[in-house]
């Protein structure tokens, strides 16, 4: 198979789909791969590593687009690169389309067979390869947050682990799951005094068994989360439903019931955003205010840590990757249940139940686009 490897071009967005040792293993398979020049230099990979690894480089995305039988991608393909998109070629990257119309009709209208990498499972239930950036992005959370805080970027200028002689920050975790645990891990190791709170007693009582003497948790309430939401002068978004869109967890009503100057992180803004008031922002203009409060909703947090991101990514990618290109995707998907959970459209159909539901659309089964 020939296996295309664009460069980025979301703004801000320093990843790139393979890494050289990608590349290598591929070729090692009997591959071929083709990679946009500059493609992996914002995550510190030359074209030169690419070229040592058996890739051939080629000047310009449309180039990649129309050699490759799969795109391999990190972020949501955008509207130029949407409409490259073909019928008979796999599109493995990133989709998030449960709150984006837009990129479902084009994807839908190009034919293209979509696999999300954030809706590929495991057999434990998780996944896998939304995992390794949720890891990221929840440890970044308290991170930007306490930048946020600062009184020259709108927050309430206050210092996350506090001093002697002065209380720390209280920080909110709203979700227990992969960011929601990492995210309070980082912001109780700045000293900050942190609540987690999830809807699952088995996930709260393992937080508890594991991380008790770290951080406090609690069952998440409405009468709960608004309790400690205005206590808080830092308030984490981490709840993800699988492929859908994220639940609004803060209503702007809500928003005059917290501290002024309180700063919203809301890691959950690729599906939607778990605040009423969210809007996806950049790294280059990341942070807003909405009746006081400091809104930090970067769509693509892990984007800032290229290349510790990029080669968490790969790791989690390889294995699939590897198993679409050397099978082919029916195959692939047909011998793996979790591969399967993966498939969003094919051949102008949506595969997803979660996202059909989001934007009332029809949808067919994964199983079922087999057939087609």
């Known amino acids: ?40 230099t914002g995550a510190g990979f030359s074209d030169s590593d690419y070229v040592a690894a ?12 129309a050699q490759a039988e ?3 991608k990190v972020k949501e393909p955008q509207a130029v690169e949407r409409a490259r998109l073909r019928e008979g ?51 970044l959370a308290p991170q930007v947050g306490a930048w946020t805080l600062q009184k020259a970027n709108g927050g309430r ?17 709203i979700g227990g799951g992969v960011v929601g645990t990492h995210a309070a891990r980082v912001a109780a190791g700045m000293g900050a005094d942190v609540t987690v709170i999830d809807r699952s007693v ?31 002068d830092m308030i984490i978004g981490a709840v993800l439903i699988p492929g859908a869109a994220a639940p609004k967890l803060i209503s702007r009503a809500q928003l005059a019931e917290l501290k002024p100057g309180a700063a919203l992180v809301d890691v959950a803004i690729d599906q939607g955003g778990c605040f009423e008031t969210s809007r ?8 807003y205010e909405v009746d006081g409060i400091m809104h930090y909703c970067v769509a693509n947090m892990p984007g800032a840590v290229a290349r510790t991101s990029t080669l968490a990514l790969g790791n989690a990618t390889l294995p699939f990757l590897l198993a679409l290109a050397d099978k082919g995707w029916k195959l692939a998907c047909a011998e ?9 459209t094919h051949k102008g159909k949506l595969t997803y139940a979660a996202v059909g539901a989001a934007l009332g659309l029809p949808a067919i089964s994964a199983a079922a686009a087999l057939d087609l």
């Open 1 to 40: 198979m020939k296996i295309g490897c664009p460069k980025e071009i979301k703004p801000q967005e320093f990843r790139v789909g393979m890494t050289p040792n990608a590349v290598r293993e591929a070729v090692a398979h009997g591959h071929q791969v083709v990679v946009e020049t500059g493609a992996g």
């Open 54 to 65: 058996g890739a051939t480089m080629l000047g310009t995305a449309e180039d990649v687009f």
């Open 70 to 72: 799969m795109i391999v």
């Open 89 to 139: 070629q796999v599109l493995f990257t990133y989709l998030h389309l449960a709150p984006d119309p837009a990129q479902t009709a084009d994807l839908l209208a190009s034919g293209v067979t979509a696999i999300a990498y954030e809706t590929v499972t495991d057999e434990r239930g998780g996944l896998p390869l939304l995992a390794p950036m949720s890891e990221v992005a929840g440890r």
């Open 157 to 173: 200028g206050v210092l996350l682990g506090g001093v002697p002689g002065v209380s720390p920050a209280k920080v909110l975790v």
């Open 202 to 232: 088995p996930r709260l009582r393992y937080l508890d068994d594991v991380f008790g003497g770290q951080f406090k948790n609690a069952y998440a309430s409405a009468g709960n989360t608004m309790d400690l939401a205005r206590e808080a």
């Open 280 to 287: 996806a922002t950049t790294h280059q203009d990341p942070v």
């Open 336 to 344: 793996d249940k979790h591969l399967m959970a993966g498939l969003n």
